[in-house]
């Protein structure tokens, strides 16, 4: 058997994701699968959806269980998701139940075969409408729940529903209260009434399938880090001109001053944390629009010539800004 935790990065890039030795029982993301389960037995589901180890979260087509990322499953497996991606996405027991939550929403939903429910239908939109590439969310809009970043309620009918699900179910929850006079609690009420309806129930949709399951998956770790990597280039292309010109100087007499490059790359890795935390979108595309930023500086030869703070709470603005242009025309995340 391997020892994942005696491996260098270099030698683990070079396995087949077939080939990691790992598996749920005995980790921690047992502990939280339990709680899981937990939460969904207190609400008098019998349900439980199966779960397996894949690339990613997602939950397949017409299947009432869900996949979880591999490297969710051992910690040096987290270890290089966060050198390759900058995050770990679910990996603390907060993230990972929220995750959860709204996979067993699409889970249930396929158990019971609820989006062929007129009510459903009226409520959340057509499931089998097409995803689309990208979408545009109103910030502002009460038609939806709030759970999940990137307000990915508005993503899709079936996400909708995920989304609606989760905050139902989630322990404390008090929904009732927190979404009263918005639209959104129409949904909430019929998720409401039709768990009540489904208490003791056993599924509709006996499947056990696990798509793509990590023992199926040929593909080495360099691999499918590079695809990822690739899936989160930047679709948008940020012009950052006319901000950096406002927050560093090109005039000659600043020229003694700090480099605005380098005071970029001295700040990359909170700036991007934070933005990725308001925003929702991923620290991986928010650092490659530092990494564009940091080469426009030195084209332009930029200098800092404000205060160090008021320089970061500017740029923190720009990036904000940018990262949000970037959610409204082509940003996407891997549809959960
Ligand atoms: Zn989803």
């Known amino acids: 058997m391997k020892d994942l935790s005696r ?3 270099e030698h683990l890039l070079d396995l087949r994701l077939s080939e990691l030795p790992l598996c749920i029982g005995g980790t921690q993301l047992e502990h939280r699968i339990d709680q899981l389960y937990e939460e969904l037995d207190q609400h008098g589901l019998r349900f439980k959806p199966h779960i397996w180890l894949s690339q990613e979260w997602f939950t397949p087509d017409d ?9 969710l499953a051992h910690p040096r497996l987290a270890k290089l998701e966060r050198k390759q991606m900058l995050e770990v996405e679910g990996g603390t027991t907060r993230d990972c139940l929220r995750i959860m939550r709204h996979e067993a929403g699409h889970a249930v939903d396929n158990a019971f075969r609820l989006h062929a429910k007129h ?40 996400e909708d529903f995920a989304e609606t699900f989760a905050v139902w179910t989630r322990p404390g929850s008090r929904w009732r209260s927190r979404y009263r006079g918005w639209p959104a609690l129409r ?19 006996k499947s056990r399938d696990r798509v793509d399951d990590l023992s199926d998956i040929q593909i080495t770790l360099r691999e499918h880090y590079r695809k990822r990597r690739e899936h989160y280039r930047l679709q948008w292309p940020p012009i950052f001109d006319r901000d950096l010109l406002r927050i560093f100087s090109s005039e000659s007499r600043h020229s003694s001053r700090p480099s605005a490059a380098g005071f970029l790359l001295r700040h990359r890795r909170a700036l991007c944390h934070e933005v990725a935390e308001g925003t929702g979108v991923h620290q991986y595309a928010i650092d490659q629009m530092v990494s564009q930023m940091v080469t426009r500086c030195r084209e332009l030869n930029l200098r800092v010539n404000l205060a160090r703070d008021h320089t970061r709470q500017k740029l923190l603005i720009s990036l904000t800004v940018q990262t949000m242009n970037g959610v409204h025309t082509g940003y996407h995340r891997i549809p959960l």
């Open 63 to 71: 299947v009432p269980g869900f996949a979880i990322p591999f490297y």
């Open 7 to 9: 491996m260098t990065d």
């Open 119 to 158: 009510r459903y239908r009226d409520l959340f939109g057509s499931f089998t409408s097409r995803y689309p590439e990208w979408y545009k969310p109103d910030p502002q809009s009460r038609d939806y729940v709030l759970h999940l970043p990137a307000w990915y309620a508005q993503a899709h009918p079936a």
């Open 187 to 205: 949904k909430l009420e019929f998720v409401d009434k039709v768990m009540s309806e489904l208490k003791g129930k056993p599924r509709l949709n």
